[in-house]
Protein backbone atom coordinates (compact mmCIF):
# COMPACT_ATOMS: atom_id res chain seq x y z
CA UNK A 1 0.00 0.00 0.00
CA UNK A 2 1.30 3.17 -1.06
CA UNK A 3 1.42 5.58 1.78
CA UNK A 4 1.15 9.44 1.94
CA UNK A 5 3.04 11.55 -0.25
CA UNK A 6 3.95 14.79 0.27
CA UNK A 7 5.94 17.81 -1.65
CA UNK A 8 7.80 19.52 -1.74
CA UNK A 9 9.69 18.05 0.83
CA UNK A 10 11.92 21.31 1.74
CA UNK A 11 11.25 25.20 0.86
CA UNK A 12 13.05 28.31 1.72
CA UNK A 13 11.42 31.65 1.21
CA UNK A 14 11.66 35.07 2.18
CA UNK A 15 8.77 36.24 4.93
CA UNK A 16 6.05 37.93 3.28
CA UNK A 17 6.07 35.36 -0.15
CA UNK A 18 3.31 32.53 -0.26
CA UNK A 19 4.08 29.02 -0.42
CA UNK A 20 1.87 25.84 -1.18
CA UNK A 21 2.09 22.57 0.12
CA UNK A 22 0.66 19.40 -1.51
CA UNK A 23 -0.37 15.81 0.25
CA UNK A 24 -2.37 12.53 -1.68
CA UNK A 25 -3.27 10.41 1.10
CA UNK A 26 -3.60 6.96 0.81
CA UNK A 27 -6.77 5.56 -1.49
CA UNK A 28 -9.65 5.20 0.42
CA UNK A 29 -8.73 7.00 3.07
CA UNK A 30 -11.83 9.84 3.71
CA UNK A 31 -9.93 11.57 6.80
CA UNK A 32 -7.31 14.20 5.71
CA UNK A 33 -5.25 16.23 8.54
CA UNK A 34 -2.13 18.97 8.08
CA UNK A 35 -0.34 20.00 10.95
CA UNK A 36 2.17 22.45 12.03
CA UNK A 37 5.40 20.80 13.91
CA UNK A 38 7.74 23.56 15.07
CA UNK A 39 11.30 22.28 16.27
CA UNK A 40 11.14 20.86 19.49
CA UNK A 41 7.28 20.86 19.99
CA UNK A 42 4.82 18.37 19.41
CA UNK A 43 2.37 18.29 16.17
CA UNK A 44 -0.43 20.86 16.09
CA UNK A 45 -3.10 20.41 14.19
CA UNK A 46 -4.27 23.31 11.40
CA UNK A 47 -7.24 21.41 10.14
CA UNK A 48 -8.91 18.28 9.30
CA UNK A 49 -11.08 17.45 6.31
CA UNK A 50 -13.99 14.44 6.13
CA UNK A 51 -13.73 13.93 2.74
CA UNK A 52 -13.89 17.59 0.72
CA UNK A 53 -15.95 19.20 4.07
CA UNK A 54 -14.02 20.36 7.12
CA UNK A 55 -14.38 18.75 10.32
CA UNK A 56 -12.43 21.00 12.24
CA UNK A 57 -10.03 24.22 11.51
CA UNK A 58 -10.15 26.09 14.78
CA UNK A 59 -6.35 26.38 15.17
CA UNK A 60 -5.65 27.18 11.26
CA UNK A 61 -4.54 30.85 11.16
CA UNK A 62 -7.35 32.18 8.65
CA UNK A 63 -5.59 35.59 7.96
CA UNK A 64 -2.66 33.98 6.19
CA UNK A 65 -3.46 30.17 5.84
CA UNK A 66 -6.13 28.36 3.51
CA UNK A 67 -6.53 24.38 2.79
CA UNK A 68 -8.60 23.01 0.32
CA UNK A 69 -9.28 19.09 -0.16
CA UNK A 70 -10.98 19.16 -4.01
CA UNK A 71 -12.76 16.11 -5.01
CA UNK A 72 -12.05 14.76 -1.75
CA UNK A 73 -8.73 13.09 -2.34
CA UNK A 74 -5.66 15.34 -2.46
CA UNK A 75 -4.84 18.54 -0.24
CA UNK A 76 -3.08 21.74 -0.83
CA UNK A 77 -2.46 24.00 2.24
CA UNK A 78 -1.52 27.66 1.33
CA UNK A 79 0.59 30.54 3.76
CA UNK A 80 -0.03 33.79 2.31
CA UNK A 81 1.90 35.70 3.40
CA UNK A 82 4.52 33.88 5.40
CA UNK A 83 5.93 35.34 8.25
CA UNK A 84 9.40 33.92 10.34
CA UNK A 85 7.25 32.07 12.80
CA UNK A 86 5.83 29.58 10.48
CA UNK A 87 9.06 27.94 9.95
CA UNK A 88 8.02 24.28 10.95
CA UNK A 89 7.61 21.11 9.13
CA UNK A 90 4.19 20.65 8.11
CA UNK A 91 2.72 16.91 7.94
CA UNK A 92 -0.04 15.59 6.41
CA UNK A 93 -2.03 12.88 7.63
CA UNK A 94 -4.73 10.80 6.54
CA UNK A 95 -7.05 8.15 8.19
CA UNK A 96 -9.97 5.48 6.72
CA UNK A 97 -13.69 6.88 7.62
CA UNK A 98 -14.46 3.84 9.98
CA UNK A 99 -11.33 3.28 11.92
CA UNK A 100 -10.51 7.38 11.33
CA UNK A 101 -7.78 7.59 14.71
CA UNK A 102 -5.20 5.41 13.10
CA UNK A 103 -3.57 8.37 11.49
CA UNK A 104 -0.61 7.10 8.60
CA UNK A 105 1.45 10.34 8.31
CA UNK A 106 3.62 11.46 5.38
CA UNK A 107 7.17 12.87 5.42
CA UNK A 108 6.50 16.44 5.98
CA UNK A 109 7.72 19.70 4.39
CA UNK A 110 10.45 21.79 6.22
CA UNK A 111 9.83 25.10 5.65
CA UNK A 112 12.19 28.04 6.60
CA UNK A 113 11.52 31.56 5.98
CA UNK A 114 14.16 34.03 6.38
CA UNK B 1 -9.50 22.42 26.06
CA UNK B 2 -8.19 19.77 25.64
CA UNK B 3 -4.35 19.43 26.72
CA UNK B 4 -1.61 17.06 26.72
CA UNK B 5 1.90 17.17 28.77
CA UNK B 6 5.04 14.96 28.79
CA UNK B 7 6.86 16.14 31.43
CA UNK B 8 10.56 14.20 30.00
CA UNK B 9 12.34 15.65 27.31
CA UNK B 10 14.65 13.21 27.38
CA UNK B 11 14.75 10.10 28.89
CA UNK B 12 18.25 7.86 28.95
CA UNK B 13 18.07 3.89 29.89
CA UNK B 14 19.92 0.97 29.56
CA UNK B 15 19.24 -1.75 27.40
CA UNK B 16 17.29 -4.15 29.44
CA UNK B 17 16.21 -1.77 31.95
CA UNK B 18 12.39 -1.17 32.36
CA UNK B 19 11.22 2.51 30.71
CA UNK B 20 8.40 4.08 31.42
CA UNK B 21 7.27 7.22 29.26
CA UNK B 22 5.04 9.83 31.11
CA UNK B 23 1.75 11.28 30.03
CA UNK B 24 -1.16 12.89 31.45
CA UNK B 25 -3.89 14.93 29.73
CA UNK B 26 -6.75 17.16 30.51
CA UNK B 27 -9.91 16.77 29.12
CA UNK B 28 -13.36 17.32 30.14
CA UNK B 29 -15.30 14.40 28.44
CA UNK B 30 -14.35 11.17 27.47
CA UNK B 31 -10.53 10.86 25.52
CA UNK B 32 -8.81 8.36 23.13
CA UNK B 33 -5.51 8.32 24.03
CA UNK B 34 -2.49 7.07 21.81
CA UNK B 35 1.17 7.00 21.25
CA UNK B 36 2.84 8.05 18.23
CA UNK B 37 6.54 7.08 17.76
CA UNK B 38 8.94 8.31 15.45
CA UNK B 39 12.37 6.78 14.83
CA UNK B 40 15.48 8.34 13.44
CA UNK B 41 15.17 8.99 9.39
CA UNK B 42 11.30 7.18 9.48
CA UNK B 43 7.38 8.88 9.43
CA UNK B 44 5.39 9.25 13.09
CA UNK B 45 3.71 6.48 13.01
CA UNK B 46 1.26 4.69 15.64
CA UNK B 47 2.32 2.50 18.78
CA UNK B 48 -0.24 2.11 20.48
CA UNK B 49 -3.87 3.28 21.42
CA UNK B 50 -5.99 2.65 24.50
CA UNK B 51 -9.10 1.18 23.27
CA UNK B 52 -7.20 -1.83 21.93
CA UNK B 53 -5.36 -2.78 24.68
CA UNK B 54 -2.53 -4.44 22.85
CA UNK B 55 0.69 -4.63 23.81
CA UNK B 56 3.21 -3.48 20.33
CA UNK B 57 7.30 -4.24 20.92
CA UNK B 58 6.70 -4.91 24.21
CA UNK B 59 4.92 -1.61 25.13
CA UNK B 60 1.89 -1.43 26.74
CA UNK B 61 -0.09 1.90 27.97
CA UNK B 62 -2.95 1.85 30.71
CA UNK B 63 -5.38 4.66 30.79
CA UNK B 64 -6.00 5.70 34.61
CA UNK B 65 -8.75 8.01 34.28
CA UNK B 66 -8.64 8.89 37.81
CA UNK B 67 -5.31 10.13 37.59
CA UNK B 68 -5.83 11.77 34.02
CA UNK B 69 -2.42 9.57 33.12
CA UNK B 70 -1.57 7.29 29.87
CA UNK B 71 1.92 5.89 30.58
CA UNK B 72 4.15 4.25 28.33
CA UNK B 73 5.89 1.21 30.00
CA UNK B 74 8.44 -1.44 28.88
CA UNK B 75 9.70 -4.00 31.14
CA UNK B 76 13.46 -4.80 29.16
CA UNK B 77 14.29 -1.71 26.67
CA UNK B 78 15.99 -2.50 23.86
CA UNK B 79 18.10 -0.27 21.47
CA UNK B 80 16.16 -0.34 19.13
CA UNK B 81 13.37 1.77 21.30
CA UNK B 82 15.19 4.41 20.61
CA UNK B 83 13.01 6.92 19.25
CA UNK B 84 10.62 10.38 19.53
CA UNK B 85 7.44 8.95 21.60
CA UNK B 86 4.19 11.45 21.14
CA UNK B 87 1.22 11.29 23.86
CA UNK B 88 -1.96 12.02 22.06
CA UNK B 89 -5.03 12.60 21.80
CA UNK B 90 -8.61 13.13 20.98
CA UNK B 91 -12.18 13.09 20.72
CA UNK B 92 -14.35 10.05 21.06
CA UNK B 93 -15.54 10.89 17.61
CA UNK B 94 -11.69 11.11 16.39
CA UNK B 95 -11.86 14.85 16.25
CA UNK B 96 -9.50 17.85 18.02
CA UNK B 97 -6.65 15.86 17.91
CA UNK B 98 -3.56 17.57 20.33
CA UNK B 99 -0.30 15.50 20.53
CA UNK B 100 1.94 16.70 23.87
CA UNK B 101 5.47 18.02 23.36
CA UNK B 102 7.37 14.19 23.06
CA UNK B 103 9.77 12.32 24.93
CA UNK B 104 12.64 11.56 23.16
CA UNK B 105 14.10 7.58 24.84
CA UNK B 106 17.49 7.15 24.57
CA UNK B 107 18.93 3.60 25.16
CA UNK B 108 21.92 3.19 25.69
CA UNK B 109 23.79 -0.24 25.18
Known amino acids: EAGVAQSPRYKIIEKRQSVAFWCNPISGHATLYWYQQILGQGPKLLIQ????????DSQLPKDRFSAERLKGVDSTLKIQPAKLEDSAVYLC????????????FGAGTRLSVL | AQRVTQPEKLLSVFKGAPVELKCNYSYSGSPELFWYVQYSRQRLQLLLRHISRESIKGFTADLNKGETSFHLKKPFAQEEDSAMYYC???????????FGPGTRLSVLP
Open chain 2, 88 to 98: ALSTIYGQNFV
Open chain 1, 93 to 104: ASSQLAVKNIQY
Open chain 1, 49 to 56: FQNNGVVD
